[in-house]
């Protein structure tokens, strides 16, 4: 068997809305099909992948770099062992060939993007759910399909104020997450601590808030908002400054002594170990949000796993961004903590396949072969159309 095409689509996922960083006027991702030789039902096996929001598409890099490295590699060299399926750790170093370490930017996210989808491929040759085969090659054999999701929105949006706010985050509650999330840092403190009190005052019992800066203070304002929010029963206080600035985040957690949440913006191993290193991030109360599309792929989100049971930290601790059925596989199949959930935004790349409903803040996946996307008729449609 082998991989014969790697095609790539830069796709549109431009909204209005803003956090405290960007907009999303231009926001793009690029869709991803590894089409192989193997034949199922007729049609060759397709594996498919898209990088998460917040990072443009990467269409440029995989056709220089990328997907030609992997097209030219002897068929037999990017096998394991039987020969009959692919083995995604021999895609990954053939795709890494001639790179030089550090650096991990776009790079990142273009190797990310081609993992999901040869990880989709390698599950559907086998004929089984990716968390199932996550679970017997790298877990405890047993898979838990039912995932803890958060939904994630409260962005800014022209005109919105505090009603379209509050009717927003009741939306989320009525479809049965426990934990909402909203933005913080795109106004001044006094109106982000009026919007989250808006929010609390609709939260019944066992429902709560996490927000998000999206690192975009410096360390006194950090702490200005730390010592602010400390006053509120929040989920978390995610991403308060620069993803490396290490010591703005440990410096932070002696001061703000409810959950802290970062990570989403660290693409490698390295810098994971870095901010478990250095960060101040505590094991037994703090969530760790990497996201593998971002951050070169599963391949090298079973590095991070391995590192972070060194340093005692759980996988339980871990809730990656990014909403996307991938990081659903890996949760149910190697036992993260959860994953992120957009209920109405970046379609058709977010949510769950149809029919799954959120319960209580959690989401049952259905046994569908691979990463699941064809069980998502809106999506699926985008990615075959792709394919064709």
Known sequence: MKIVNI????????SDIRNAYIDF???T?????????????????????????????????????????????EPGSLLDETGENLDPHKVWARMMINEKPGGHGERSVAVGTIDMAVW??????AGKPLFQLLAERYGNGTPNPRVFVY??????????????????????LARGYSVVKMKIGGATLAEDCERIESVLKILGPGQQLAVDANGRFDLKTAIDYGKALSQYPLFWYEEAGDPLDFELQAK???VYKGPMATGENLFSMQDARNLIRHGGMHKDRDWLQFDCALSYGLVEYLRTLDMLKEYGWSP???????GHQMSLAIAAGLGLGGNESYPDLFQPYGGFPDGVEVD????????????GFEGKSDLIAEMRALAS
């Open 120 to 125: 989709d491929a390698t599950a559907k040759i």
């Open 151 to 172: 939904a994630a929105g409260g962005y800014y949006y022209p005109g919105k104020g505090l009603d379209g706010l509050t009717k927003e985050m009741e939306s989320y």
């Open 360 to 371: 209580n803040g959690y989401v049952t996946l259905p046994a569908l072969p691979g990463i």
């Open 316 to 322: 339980s601790r871990c809730i990656p961004h990014g």
């Open 29 to 73: 991702l690029s869709l991803v099909a590894v089409v192989t030789d193997v034949i199922r039902d007729g049609k060759p096996v397709i594996g498919y992948g898209f990088n998460s929001n917040g990072r443009y598409g990467q269409g440029a890099l995989m056709r220089d770099r990328f997907i030609p490295r992997v097209l030219e590699a």
């Open 252 to 254: 932070l957690g002696e």
């Open 7 to 14: 095609l790539e689509s830069t796709r549109p996922i431009k």
């Open 25 to 27: 006027s231009k926001m």
